[in-house]
């Protein structure tokens, strides 16, 4: 059995009346896609926000890479390892695609006191940054302002930035959200490669993507982990159907 | 050459080149005001700091350039008067060196604006806004009430301070000293924009989810930032302090955080060099307006409109395009 790089434990989260969260357990094992699925309003990004900081469980805890993060902000979980991409994009959107990522790199790094070394003329970000961009294929908008590129690139810029972290997990909201065919198409190619550098835990809507790429499954229904298993389990559960894949198909 | 660099350049050289021509025309008026405007212009380079690059809108900047004014007052009025500052529990002596004083102003205001910064961070936008112009207000009430340094009547100081080597009271030696600040201050402000420090902060103006997401802290960027933005404009204010010899509450007035809010806007926020255009277009217009009517921040509003309605770059938005200055 190998040893979970991400290990949530039973975490509950109210907002008034509503159980956003209900006594939630997963785990992320290194090299796997575990895909976290579910109608809207199930909770997910709520969850998503408590293993990424941001939102304190009322209870349980989340563990990573063998050392309970609960208490930790947003950036120092970042600092341990987790490499988030965001539902909507979030990026520094004046700066040119290269900056971005060379922000990430230097964010990994830290030694960001720094005043008077031109950042943009460090060697090793650079090499960094460009390795990163290279590998979701974005080497030649380097120079382009980010406000300039199309929804799918500033996806895939969230990836390089991600990249740039040499994370120990990723935690991907939704990372096909609004690409084309084409587009999601090559992202899933993408996706299935990265495993091997880091376990990913991919809340996604797009069932064909999840169903291709995953290992495992988790389904989400009001804030319950309704089932966990292989896509052949989850496809044949019948509770599944019924709450999430629709009716007809049950 | 980028326009930019260029503007910047030809900014430098004018406020050279203008004061040289006034001292060999003997007018001595014209290199004061030209000092007040590079005095600005530190001043309004130190609030761009926070305001510019980091996105933090300060209503509350006089509070560190009337510190800065107060500590060359007050350490130049015991040296002027022999009275120690304080005896206990050890000998603090005024002083009339001009890099004591400003070593003293920018100590003093980095820790204030540290003390301010930590508190007012917490807060963001209209809050953020009202809550440093709050801690200036405070400063204000307190100089006016402190009949020790004059009160609301102010201090003066008879003869200006002295630096190593230079008669101080000549107008075109004071004027190359201020100068020499200037041109330091914007070269740490240029270095620092690009800098690790300055890719971070400005990030964290655009967009705090991502800072945080590569694994930095928003608030403690803010922080510094806030805190060299203070320290920055106190050394402007000891500065002013010296070029009248007088030192009074209205450096504390919020109507002083919000000319040095005018430098920077009608200059260019975010751009290194914008202040300097800021501060040099606004004592123009002072000088010219101010002749035309008693009334002329009336034109200066009307003025300041046209710029937030129709060029919001400012003068470097207007001449040098609209790059940001990271790029």
Redesign the interface.
């Known amino acids: 059995m190998t040893k979970p790089i991400l290990d949530v434990k039973g975490i509950s989260k109210s907002f008034g009346a509503l159980k956003a969260s209900n006594n939630i357990t997963l785990d992320l094992k290194p090299g796997e896609i575990h895909a976290l699925i579910g109608p809207n309003g199930a909770g997910k990004s709520t969850l998503i926000k408590q293993i990424a900081g941001g939102l304190t469980p009322d209870e349980g805890s989340v563990w990573f890479d063998g050392q309970d993060v609960s208490a930790l902000s947003t950036a120092e979980r970042a600092q341990k390892g987790m490499g988030r991409t965001f539902q909507i994009s979030s990026l520094a959107m004046e700066y040119t695609v290269l900056q971005n990522v060379v922000l990430g790199a230097q964010g990994h790094r830290g030694d960001v006191f720094r005043f008077f070394r031109p950042v943009m003329k460090d060697k090793q970000l650079l090499a960094t940054a460009r390795d990163a961009l290279a590998q979701v294929g974005l080497e030649e908008f380097a120079n382009f302002r980010t406000s300039e590129l199309s929804h799918g690139q500033r996806r895939q810029l969230e990836v390089a930035v991600a990249l740039t972290l040499s994370p120990k997990a990723f935690l991907m909201d939704e990372p096909m959200a609004g690409l084309g065919a084409e587009g999601s198409h090559r992202l899933m190619g993408f996706l299935d490669g990265l495993r091997q550098q880091a376990p990913i835990l991919l809340v996604e809507h797009d069932m064909d993507a999840v169903f291709a790429l995953a290992d495992r499954i988790s389904v989400l229904v009001y804030g319950e982990i309704i089932a966990t298993g292989s896509v052949d389990e989850i496809r044949s559960n019948a509770q599944v159907r019924s709450a999430y894949l629709g009716e007809e198909d049950a | 050459m980028k326009r930019e660099t260029l503007l910047n350049l030809g900014l430098m050289a004018a406020l050279l080149a203008f004061p040289l021509w006034a001292y060999q025309a003997d007018e001595p008026f014209l290199i004061t005001l030209t000092t007040r405007a590079v005095i600005f212009a530190i001043a309004g380079v130190g609030l761009n700091f926070a305001l510019g690059f980091g996105g933090l809108v300060s209503f509350g900047h006089a509070a560190f350039f009337g510190l800065g004014g107060y500590a060359m007052g007050i350490l130049a009025y015991h040296a002027q008067t022999y009275t120690p500052l304080m005896e206990a529990p050890f000998l603090i002596e005024g002083t009339k060196s001009m890099p004591v004083i400003w070593l003293v102003a920018v100590v003093i205001s980095a820790i204030t604006a540290l003390a301010v910064g930590a508190l007012s961070l917490r807060t963001t936008g209209v809050y953020f806004i009202m809550i440093t112009l709050a801690f200036a207000q405070m400063f204000y009430y307190f100089a006016n009430s402190w009949p020790t340094y004059g009160g609301e009547d102010g201090l003066s100081i008879y003869i200006r301070n002295d630096f190593p080597g230079l008669n101080t009271m000549d107008p075109i030696q004071f004027y190359m000293i201020c100068y020499v600040i200037l041109a330091l201050v914007l070269g740490?402000v240029w270095?620092?924009a690009?800098?690790?420090?300055?890719?971070?902060l400005?990030?964290a103006r655009?967009?705090e989810?991502?800072?945080?997401?590569?694994?930095?802290?928003p608030y403690r960027?803010y922080l510094?930032a806030f805190t060299i933005s203070g320290a920055i404009t106190g050394l402007a204010g000891a500065l002013f302090a010296d070029l009248n010899r007088f030192v009074s509450p209205t450096m504390f007035a919020w109507n002083m955080s919000g000319e040095i809010m005018i430098f920077v806007i009608l200059g260019g926020v975010g751009r290194v060099f914008g202040p300097v255009a800021g501060a040099a277009l606004f004592i123009l217009l002072e000088h010219m307006l101010g002749g035309l009517s008693e009334f002329w921040h009336v034109y200066l509003g009307a003025i300041l409109l046209g710029v937030v309605l129709f060029a919001r770059g400012g003068l470097y938005g207007l001449i040098a395009g609209r790059e940001?200055a990271?790029?």
Do not use: I, K
Request: net charge neutral; aromatic share 8%; glycine share 10%.
């Open positions: 740490f270095a620092a690009r800098s690790p420090f300055g890719l971070m400005g990030a655009q967009n989810e991502r800072v945080q997401a590569v694994g930095q802290t960027l510094v940001v990271h790029d």
